[in-house]
């Protein structure tokens, strides 16, 4: 791919699977509910599927030719803190394929840029915690229940911030990298001024699941 052209502002999509490191202090949590669930062989072969995946995104993205010291990025879950790479060494040292590639491409030049509303994103996981620290089955599914009714709310509102934090960031004559979860949906959201594209046509998340 092209080096950006001077005047233009151009947005790559990175899709990408969250790992259980990426949710901190809940990871454990969830975790055994996924073994529970499911067992810990199938919990073993999912890690290493979620493994292999980002290694196919890493050899893909570094394929690119990119002005790195003109390239920003934005990350799924990471909020608007003033402690962005504080936040991203720290999750990268706990295992992160995400947050290590993160990483890795800020040492090559690249800008890591708070991406989420704080207040959205303490919304989001505290349902994610309820469910996970569920006591009974009775417990879990009220939790389920509640999250399902506010969760298409709740993204769509993440949306729009991320959406509107690109379009306020991101400078003409830059390349924005914007690390996101499928269920996103910001093309109908980004100014006509940002050209969009993908990285990757779709991830192989039915082997993921099956596996």
């Not at 879950?77 to 394929?97: C, F, H, M, N, T």
Request: net charge negative.
């Amino acid at each position: 791919m092209n080096v950006a052209a001077v005047g233009m502002r151009r947005l790559i999509y990175v899709p990408i699977i969250h790992t259980m490191v990426d949710m901190g202090s809940r990871a454990e949590a969830l975790k055994q509910e996924f073994i529970k669930r499911f067992g810990a062989e199938r919990w073993e072969r999912h890690r290493q599927v979620i493994e292999e995946v980002w290694e196919g995104i890493r050899a893909k993205l570094l394929t690119l030719t990119l002005p790195w010291e003109r390239v920003r990025i934005y990350q799924d879950g990471l909020p608007v803190s003033g402690k962005e790479l504080e936040i991203a060494r720290e999750v990268a040292a706990q295992g992160s394929k995400n947050y290590q590639l993160v990483m890795e491409l800020v040492r090559r030049g690249a800008k890591l840029m708070g991406t989420e509303s704080p207040e959205l994103l303490k919304r989001e996981y505290a349902h994610i915690a309820r469910i996970a620290e569920a006591m009974t089955d009775a417990d879990q599914e009220k939790a389920e229940q509640s999250y399902a009714a506010e969760s298409a709310e709740i993204l769509k509102a993440r949306d729009a911030f991320i959406a509107q934090r690109i379009a306020e960031t991101l400078k003409e004559g830059e390349v924005g990298l914007l690390f996101l979860g499928m269920m996103h949906e910001l093309d109908q959201l980004l100014p006509k001024g940002i050209q969009a594209e993908f990285l990757i046509d779709r991830l192989p998340l039915r082997e993921v699941e099956e596996r």
